[in-house]
Structures are given as structure tokens and as C-alpha cells.
């Protein structure tokens, strides 16, 4: 693989609203992340992504954008943002912005004019299409519920698309002008000195341009908009043009957000030429869904969990790196998800830590990720802000279950459990605010919060440093971020096992991922315990050698780092 920058750096996203309030509204902003920025050199990290900080009427948390070329009064100032890049720079850091160019809001100038003109150059910029004798074009439901056709106010039957929510238009990508127009706008944001983007929902910039019927997956006699991914065509030549024209003369850093891209292409987005740089696995977070929506969804075993990861390198790692996540805003907190209930503490927090941060892959931490934070208490509707949440909500209503039932049933998916308030003190509101925040701050905040975690040697955040640090270890950095990854005592239930192997040096990762404890055996012998998340570094009472190598006996959620002999 070729060598790049990035390879060993750890990634950090911010979710802006949530991060740190700097001006004492309830809302976070770019004032507070820049007080937080020597807070991110000292975890270690290198790479930080900013959810979106445009101008926004924040129908959708700021993914429908008005401007792209303003900040949002809420978040600062131009001056900030500048301030920001400059001060992350200065520490090392590179700060990478969100990219959401597949709609934008309906509040920004191209739809307004749009909608004053539907068949003048701004109609070109969306997708305008006639209704079916004033019903909807096809059958598509949108990713937050209902038609993805909205109707064209003062005419009867004419639409526009929205793959998200009625107020985010679908950006026209078959218009050159259009494209131009977002490559213009790239471009700005690199000459001002961002290091690159997250792509958000990119694949959705091809559509099926029939706009033609699927067979219906729901009682409501629609069908899942991504369907239609499934016979667009030709997204890979959007995506290259926009690499030459906008990201390749800046040697931007680009990560893509894609669901639903077809395993066989993976080359063309992360390989050598590939139109992105990385892309993110959420192959973990896709396992229990299901076509009904949220109310359905299945809990994910620590097995199936495994072979998702698993499966995933098998495929990518000697085409390209991808980014390792347990969690990101769009979905509840990795230790909730990821660990059973009642058993979720700083030892098995620490052990999920642990396999995404030493799988093959960019590691991506969430705020509060490395603090252990986890999902939000939620005891009414009411108390949920989220457009896809409440979206979901309704759709369990309409399957029959009841308020509690329908409530219970999004609550562990819902948006909202990682978007609530940093946990920064035990202080109030978490030392978030000084005003009361926009969203509820966790209940568990005097227990969970960074400042009581930053001293303590055993806490969650000091073993994320350890793992941080060990990746650019000059000893260990190559085995780490380059070394290929061989799944070990695959059939073991509950365990996570895999050597890294690097040119020099082989790690061995074994985290047993229950409450009880076991005793694996494996063909090595083992040198040196390099981390583990039991306290007891360097202890070798628990590996015994062996015939054919070693005996090591693992407490309940131990993880353990040990250097192959
Ligand atoms: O997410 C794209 C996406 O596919 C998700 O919307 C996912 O389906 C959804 O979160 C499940 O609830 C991106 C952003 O990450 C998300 O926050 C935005 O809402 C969305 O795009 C629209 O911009
Ligand atoms: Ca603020």
C-alpha cells in the first residue's frame, strides 16, 4: 500500500452543536471547539471532522445548508472558523469539513429562484418532474418517511425530489453547471486552508433517472428510496470528475459516506485511483436492520459483530483503509449498542475501545467516545429533537404498538443518543454550557465526564491515549497501521482474536468479549504484554507456555495486546 500522510493518524468528529458552548447560549460552537483543541492534541489526535457549520435552518442539524460559503451566526463567524484553522494547525491537526452536496436547503438562493422559475437555470438544479395526475412521479419513500416528491407550491402537478427531508432538495448532478458550481465551492473551502471533507450520503448523487416504480416494502405502498441505488449508473464518473476538478490539485483528504455501494467496486473508491481516500465500515452498524423500520431492528451480537469486522478487512485491507467507527451521529453510542445490557462498564468499554482502535483501518473516535459516554435515558417523545427518530416513532404507531412501546422501540436507535452534550464535569449542565442546552444532557454526566477521567490512570479516556499513542509508537507504528490482519480461534463464541502482522513485528489482539472467564490457546509464543485492560501490565502469571505455544487466561471483557516472540 502507498504510503500516505494520514495512515497513522487517529481521527476525531466533532458534532458541533454538542461539542462545547463558547458564548453561553446552550449552543455549541467554534469558539468552544477552539478552547478544546489542546484537550484533542493531548488524546492524540490528528485528524478532526467538523459536522456541518454552514448557514442552515437546521431542519436537519445543519445537513440542509442555505450558504455554503457562511457559518451559521450559531456556530461564529467567518473570523472563527479562520481562527480555528489556524490554531489546529498549529497543533498538528487537520481539520476536515462536511461536504453536503447531494441536496442542499430549500432555503438556499438556487431553490428559492427554483421556485420562482421551475423551468429557468435554477430549475435545471433540482430534480423537476410531473406528478401522475397530481400524485407523486413514483413510488420512492424518502430516508425520513413519505414520498420523496414533494409538490412544487402554486402548481398542480409538478415535484421536486428530496431523498431526506422535504426542506433538503435533491441537487441536480446531470447539470454540468451545477457540478461546476460545487467544485467552486470545494475548492474555496481548500484555499482557505481546510484538509479535506466528509462526504455525506454521496452515492445518492446518482439517481435512477427512470424514476420508475419498485415493488412496495412497507404497508405504505412505497419503497425504500435507496432502492433505486441499485440501478443508477455511472456515480464513479461524477465522483472523478469532482476528484480532478475539486480534491486531487489540493491532495485533499477525503472520506465518503456511502451505504449501498456494491462490494465489487470497492477498488474504484478507495484503491490506488479510487475517487475517495477512505471511506467509512459501517458493516457493524447495518447488521439488525430491517426493511419495517427501527421497531424491528434485532440486537447484534458480540459474534456477529466480529464477523462483520472480520468479513469487512477480509475484502478491503489490501485494497485500501478504511475508517474504523463504533459510532457516529447518526447512530447511538458504540458501548450501548455494542455491549450487553448490564454489562457495560470502563473494562468492556475499554474493550470495544480496543478492537476498533487496533482493527486494520483509520480509527474514528465520536465525541465522548473516549470518555465512554453512552445513550440518553429518554422518557418522552417530547424529549427527542431528531427528524428520523420522531419519523420512526410514527411509523412503529402506525404498525400498532403503543406510545411506551413505539417509544422504547426507537430509543435505542434514536440519533439523539449521540448528539446529546459533551460530558466535560461533573459541574453543570457537564460544564457543557453555562445556559441550559439545546438538547438534554445525559443523566449519567457526575459519573461520566472527562474531567474526572483525565487524572485517573484506570479511567476509559487514559486507555484511549494508550491506544492512541501506541499507533505512532516508533516500535510498534508499522505492525499498527500497515500490518495485516489474520483472524485467530474464529469459532470461539463471544471472542475477538486477530494478529496484526506487520513486516518486522507481530501483535496478537485477544479481547473475550463476555463476562465469564476463559482460557484460549494459541500457536505463539508470546514476548510481551503490550496493553491490556485488566491492570495487570506486564503481569505473565496469566500465559503459560506451551507445546505448541501459549495458554493465556482471560478475566471477563479482558483485552489484551500481546508482541509475538
Ligand atoms: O446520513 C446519510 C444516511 O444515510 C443517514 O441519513 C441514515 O440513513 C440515517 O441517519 C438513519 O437515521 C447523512 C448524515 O450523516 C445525516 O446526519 C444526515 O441527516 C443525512 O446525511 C442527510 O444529510
Ligand atoms: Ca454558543
Known amino acids: 500500500m502507498k504510503e500516505k500522510w494520514w495512515h497513522d493518524k487517529t481521527a476525531y468528529q466533532i458534532y ?250 470497492l477498488e474504484r473508491y478507495i484503491g490506488e485511483e479510487g475517487c475517495f481516500e477512505s471511506i467509512f465500515d459501517f458493516s457493524p452498524h447495518v447488521l439488525g436492520g430491517c426493511e419495517q423500520g427501527w421497531y424491528n431492528r434485532r440486537k447484534v451480537s458480540p459474534d456477529e459483530f466480529r464477523n462483520a469486522i472480520f468479513d469487512s478487512k477480509r475484502v478491503s485491507q489490501d485494497i485500501g483503509m478504511m475508517a474504523n467507527i463504533i459510532e457516529n451521529h447518526d447512530e447511538p453510542r458504540g458501548v450501548s449498542r455494542y455491549l450487553p445490557e448490564g454489562e457495560v462498564n470502563e473494562t468492556s468499554k475499554k474493550m470495544l475501545a480496543g478492537i476498533s482502535l487496533m482493527t486494520f483501518g483509520l480509527p474514528f473516535l465520536y465525541q465522548g467516545q473516549e470518555i465512554g459516554m453512552t445513550n440518553k435515558q429518554f422518557r418522552s417523545i417530547q424529549e427527542v429533537d431528531d427528524i428520523s427518530t420522531i419519523d420512526e416513532y410514527r411509523v412503529a404507531l402506525d404498525h400498532g404498538l403503543d406510545e411506551e412501546e413505539a417509544l422504547k422501540a426507537v430509543a435505542g436507535m434514536s440519533r ?81 482474536g486477530f494478529y496484526r502482522q506487520g513486516t518486522g513485528k507481530t501483535l496478537l489482539v485477544l479481547a473475550n468479549y463476555q463476562r465469564e472467564k476463559r482460557t484460549v490457546c494459541v500457536e505463539a509464543e508470546i514476548k510481551k504484554v503490550v496493553l491490556d485492560n485488566c491492570n495487570t501490565d506486564g503481569d505473565w502469571k496469566q500465559i503459560t507456555k506451551t507445546k505448541d505455544g501459549s495458554q493465556i487466561s482471560m478475566e471477563g471483557y479482558q483485552f489484551l495486546i500481546l508482541e509475538v516472540a
Open 16 to 265: 458541533p452543536k454538542s461539542f462545547k458552548d463558547g458564548n453561553g447560549d446552550g449552543i455549541g460552537d467554534l469558539r468552544g471547539i477552539i478552547e478544546k483543541l489542546d484537550y484533542l492534541k493531548e488524546l492524540g489526535i490528528g485528524i478532526l471532522w467538523i459536522s456541518p457549520v454552514y448557514q442552515s435552518p437546521f431542519v436537519d442539524q445543519g445537513y440542509d445548508i442555505s450558504d455554503y460559503y457562511a457559518i451559521d451566526p450559531a456556530f461564529g463567524t467567518m473570523e472563527d472558523m479562520d481562527e480555528l484553522l489556524a490554531e489546529a494547525k498549529k497543533r498538528n491537526i487537520a481539520v476536515v469539513m462536511d461536504l453536503v452536496v447531494n441536496h442542499c436547503s430549500d432555503r438556499h438562493e438556487w431553490f428559492q429562484k427554483a421556485l420562482k422559475d421551475p423551468f429557468g437555470k435554477y430549475g435545471q438544479y433540482f430534480y423537476i418532474r410531473e406528478g401522475k395526475n397530481g400524485n407523486p412521479p413514483c413510488n420512492w419513500r424518502s430516508y425520513f418517511g413519505g414520498s420523496v416528491w414533494e409538490k412544487l407550491p402554486g402548481y398542480e402537478n409538478l415535484f421536486y425530489l428530496h431523498m431526506f427531508a422535504k426542506e433538503q432538495p435533491d441537487l441536480n448532478w446531470e447539470n454540468p453547471e451545477l457540478r461546476q458550481e460545487i467544485y467552486k465551492m470545494i475548492r474555496w473551502w481548500l484555499e482557505k486552508g481546510v484538509a479535506g471533507f466528509r462526504l455525506d450520503a454521496i452515492i445518492n448523487i446518482k439517481k435512477d433517472l427512470r424514476f420508475c416504480d419498485f415493488p412496495t416494502d412497507r404497508e405504505d405502498g412505497m419503497c425504500a428510496g435507496s432502492k433505486m441505488l441499485e440501478h443508477a449508473e455511472g456515480v464513479h464518473e461524477f465522483l472523478q470528475e469532482m476528484k480532478e476538478e475539486a480534491f486531487a490539485p489540493y491532495h485533499a483528504f477525503t472520506i465518503g459516506e456511502l451505504f449501498d455501494y456494491r462490494q465489487d467496486e
Open 416 to 496: 439523539d443518543n449521540a448528539r446529546t452534550p459533551m460530558q466535560w464535569n461533573g459541574g453543570t449542565y457537564a460544564g457543557f454550557s453555562e445556559a441550559a442546552p439545546w438538547l438534554m444532557v445525559n443523566d449519567n454526566y457526575p459519573e461520566i465526564n472527562a474531567e474526572e477521567q483525565e487524572n485517573r490512570e484506570t479511567s476509559v479516556l487514559s486507555f484511549y491515549k494508550k491506544l492512541i499513542a501506541l499507533r505512532t509508537e516508533p516500535e510498534y507504528t508499522e505492525t499498527i497501521v500497515y500490518g495485516k490482519q489474520v483472524p485467530v480461534l474464529e469459532g470461539l463464541t463471544n471472542f475477538v
